[in-house]
């Protein structure tokens, strides 16, 4: 009973490395949401989706990209790591009607 | 524009005394509401949420919340803090479309003393 699992939990980064943030949900929910969380900011949505293969831009889309090629994994990629990058990155995903329900972050730092 | 406001962003509270947190929010209709606690290092917990009918809604851990549709206010209460219920505290309010997107107040830090 995992519920949503991101990986890795912890990373570092030099500026200009690229990177994959994987999230994996085995509730087969449909809706899955990505995160990020600043301090004195809350949390805020970068990127979220529907379904496999649909995915639409959040509020601060910039510098990432996503993928869902099957309904259990939500990808978020950095191309090129910036260091305005570090943040702790939250995973979400829900069913219709309900709540979303968080993993447990990944936090990552770009020097 | 949806938008979530929480003015405090600090509160101390002594153990076994009640507690109340503030969230305003902003939205065109009437909103999916929302509040979740965060524990240091983890992830986002939901403690109760309001998508319809009675405006007092009861959460887990003691915890409970009114929407006020004439305030725009969804304040979380607890009638005795207990030392485990420092954490952070974030109201958000969903889109009530089919996407759910939340939109996150910036977080109320609660302090417990003995």
């Known amino acids: 009973n995992a519920g949503v699992t991101q990986t890795p939990k912890f990373r570092v980064l030099k500026t200009g490395q690229s990177m994959t943030l994987l999230c994996a949900q085995d509730m087969n929910h449909e809706y899955m949401y990505w995160y990020r969380q600043d301090p004195g900011m809350g949390l805020r949505l970068i990127h979220y989706s529907v379904g496999e293969g649909t995915t639409a831009k959040g509020e601060v889309p910039d510098g990432y990209n996503v993928s869902r090629k099957k309904k259990q994994n939500f990808l978020l990629g950095l191309e090129s790591a910036a260091p305005s990058q570090t943040s702790v990155y939250f995973c979400?995903?829900?069913?219709?009607?309900?709540?979303?329900?968080f993993g447990d972050g990944t936090r990552l730092s770009i020097l | 524009a949806q938008s979530v406001t929480q003015p405090d962003i600090h509160i101390t509270v002594s153990e076994g005394a009640s507690l109340e947190l503030r969230c305003n929010y902003s939205y065109g209709a009437t909103p999916y509401l929302f509040w979740y606690v965060q524990s240091p290092g983890q992830g986002l917990q939901l403690l109760l949420k309001y998508f319809s009918g009675d405006t007092l809604v009861q959460g887990i851990k003691g915890f409970e919340a009114e929407f006020k549709r004439s305030q725009s206010s969804f304040n979380l209460r607890k009638p005795s803090v207990h030392w485990s219920d420092a954490a952070e505290y974030f109201c958000a309010v969903g889109s009530t479309d089919s996407w759910g997107k939340l939109q996150f107040g910036a977080g109320t830090q609660v302090v417990v003393t003995p």
């Open positions: 979400a995903s829900r069913a219709p009607g309900q709540p979303q329900h």
